[in-house]
């Protein structure tokens, strides 16, 4: 037992569960970016993005005790196998605060997310990893990674 759990969360501690993106882009490319990955989303045969009114909850990266106050965000989930989640929302809030303070050349970010990576197979992550890579591509803007989530770290 103890050499088969030892064996599982070293897995675990391997995988990633989520992963946060900036866009190299302006604050005004938000239709390009939307556009961008809607039609990347049809082509893989999934629905357009969902444009949400902000309901707080995403912390600033460098102040997890303030909200960002942001007027929406994009996101899109699936919940068929393999899971997964990814919001697109702006790294300046209406306050003119930055989330990722050092990165301000990153006007948007995209975090993505695998719901389930417990139950994701073999097949299941190298899909999810391909599908992130592509997406970010799709965007249609250099990105780089800003953050990786993993265990029992939440998002910020």
């Given at each position: 037992?103890?050499?088969?759990?030892?064996?599982?969360?070293?897995?675990?501690?391997?995988?990633?569960?989520a992963?946060?993106?900036?866009?190299?882009?302006?604050?005004?490319?938000?239709?390009?970016?939307?556009?961008?990955?809607?039609?990347?989303?049809?082509?893989?045969?999934?629905?357009?993005?969902?444009?949400?009114?902000?309901?707080?909850?995403?912390?600033n990266?460098?102040?997890?005790?303030?909200?960002?106050?942001?007027?929406?965000?994009?996101?899109?989930?699936?919940?068929?196998?393999?899971?997964?989640?990814?919001?697109?929302?702006?790294?300046?809030?209406?306050?003119?605060?930055?989330?990722?303070?050092?990165?301000?050349?990153?006007?948007?970010?995209?975090?993505?997310?695998?719901t389930?990576?417990?139950?994701?197979?073999?097949?299941?992550?190298?899909?999810?990893?391909?599908?992130?890579?592509?997406?970010?591509?799709?965007?249609g803007?250099?990105?780089?990674?800003?953050?990786?989530?993993?265990?029992?770290?939440?998002?910020?």
């Open positions: 037992m103890y050499k088969y759990k030892c064996q599982y969360l070293k897995h675990m501690e391997s995988q990633m569960d992963v946060e993106y900036g866009l190299i882009c302006d604050r005004s490319d938000e239709k390009d970016i939307v556009k961008n990955v809607n039609a990347y989303l049809a082509e893989k045969g999934y629905r357009k993005l969902y444009k949400w009114k902000d309901k707080g909850g995403i912390k990266i460098d102040d997890p005790s303030s909200d960002p106050k942001l007027e929406y965000t994009y996101g899109q989930f699936i919940k068929e196998s393999p899971k997964w989640y990814f919001d697109i929302l702006p790294n300046k809030d209406l306050r003119s605060i930055y989330r990722f303070a050092e990165q301000k050349d990153c006007a948007w970010t995209l975090f993505f997310s695998k389930n990576p417990e139950s994701c197979t073999e097949s299941d992550n190298i899909y999810l990893d391909n599908f992130l890579k592509d997406l970010l591509t799709g965007t803007y250099k990105s780089k990674l800003l953050y990786k989530y993993s265990g029992d770290d939440y998002r910020r």
